[in-house]
C-alpha cells in the first residue's frame, strides 16, 4: 500500500491559495482515477483507489499546513508503512510557476509543512515539488503563498493538474523520471500551439538593389578612351603630374 498526501490549508478561505496547490492535486487524482468519496480520518480526508497496479490512500491533512506530520504520520503508523511508501505533493516557490520536480529525500527548503512531516516521518519520502514561482523579495514570500492564484494562471494550472492525475500512475510505479518527462511534454502540447502558424514566415527574396531614375534613365556609356600621345595626352599628362 501507497499513501500520496496533499498538503494544504482546510476551509474556503485558503481553497485557491498558492500553499493548497498540493490539495488540488490530490483532487484531480481522486476525481481522474475513481477513488472513493472523501472522508474523515487520521486528522484529515482520506480517499482510498488503485494507481498503476497499487493500492493508494490519498490524504488531505486537516491538522493546518505546520501541523501536516501529525496527520500524515498517523496513517503511516496505522498501516505500519515506511516513508518510502509516502509521497507527498505541494507547492515550492523556487520553481518556476508550472514546473514540477520530483526527489526523494532532502531537506525542507523553508516549507512549514515539509518541516513539519520530516519531524514526525523523517525525510526519506517522495517529493512532488509543484512550482508557485517566487515573488522576487523575502518579504512578499507569505503574502505570495497565501494569496489566491491568479485567473491568468487557471490555463496552466489546469493544465498541470489535469497531467499529474493522468500520470499519477508512474509515481505508483516508482517511475520518477518519466512522470516529470511526460508532465513536460503534456503541458507543451496543451500550452505551446503547434502547426505551421507559429513558424517564422519566410525571409523574402532579396531584391536587385535600385537604381537612381537618373541612373534609369540615362544608359550606361563606357569609360571615354584617352589618348596615349598628342597635345591632348601631354595636357593631361601636365594636369595630374604624370611623366
Same mark, same amino acid.
Given at each position: 500500500? $501507497?499513501?500520496?498526501?496533499? $498538503? ?20 484531480a487524482i *481522486? ?11 487520521? +486528522? ?30 498517523? *496513517? ?24 514540477? %520536480? ?25 517529493r512532488v ?30 493544465? $498541470? ?25 503534456? $503541458? ?18 532579396? +531584391? ?6 537618373i541612373r534609369?534613365? %540615362?544608359? +550606361? ?23
Amino acid at each position: 500500500m $501507497l499513501v500520496f498526501a496533499g $498538503l494544504g490549508n482546510p476551509g474556503a478561505k485558503y481553497e485557491n491559495n498558492r500553499h493548497n496547490v498540493g490539495f488540488m492535486a490530490a483532487d484531480a487524482i *481522486a476525481r481522474r482515477h475513481s477513488f472513493s468519496p472523501w472522508s474523515k480520518k487520521f +486528522q484529515g480526508l482520506i480517499s482510498e483507489g488503485t494507481l498503476g497496479g497499487e493500492k493508494v490512500l490519498l490524504i488531505k491533512p486537516q491538522t493546518f499546513m505546520n501541523l501536516s506530520g501529525q496527520s500524515v504520520g498517523e *496513517a503511516l503508523r496505522f498501516y505500519k508503512l515506511e516513508p518510502s511508501a509516502l509521497t507527498v505533493f505541494y507547492d515550492e516557490i523556487d520553481l518556476a510557476a508550472g514546473k514540477v %520536480r520530483v526527489k526523494v529525500g532532502g531537506g525542507s527548503g523553508g516549507h512549514n509543512g515539509i518541516r513539519s512531516l520530516d519531524q514526525h516521518v523523517g525525510n526519506a519520502y517522495r517529493r512532488v515539488r509543484i512550482g508557485v514561482g517566487h515573488p522576487g523579495v523575502k518579504e512578499m514570500v507569505h503574502g505570495h503563498v497565501l494569496g489566491d492564484f491568479a485567473k491568468a494562471d487557471r490555463e496552466w494550472l489546469d493544465a $498541470l493538474l489535469d497531467a499529474i492525475a493522468d500520470d499519477a500512475g508512474l509515481l505508483a510505479k516508482g517511475d520518477d523520471n518519466s512522470f516529470m518527462n511526460r508532465i513536460t511534454l503534456t $503541458l507543451r502540447e496543451k500550452l505551446v500551439p503547434t502547426g505551421d502558424d507559429d513558424r517564422p514566415p519566410p525571409k523574402a527574396p532579396k +531584391q536587385p538593389k535600385q537604381q537612381s531614375h537618373i541612373r534609369q534613365a %540615362r544608359p +550606361q556609356q563606357p569609360a571615354p578612351k584617352v589618348p596615349e600621345s598628342g597635345p591632348m595626352a601631354a595636357m593631361l599628362k601636365k594636369l595630374f603630374g604624370k611623366d
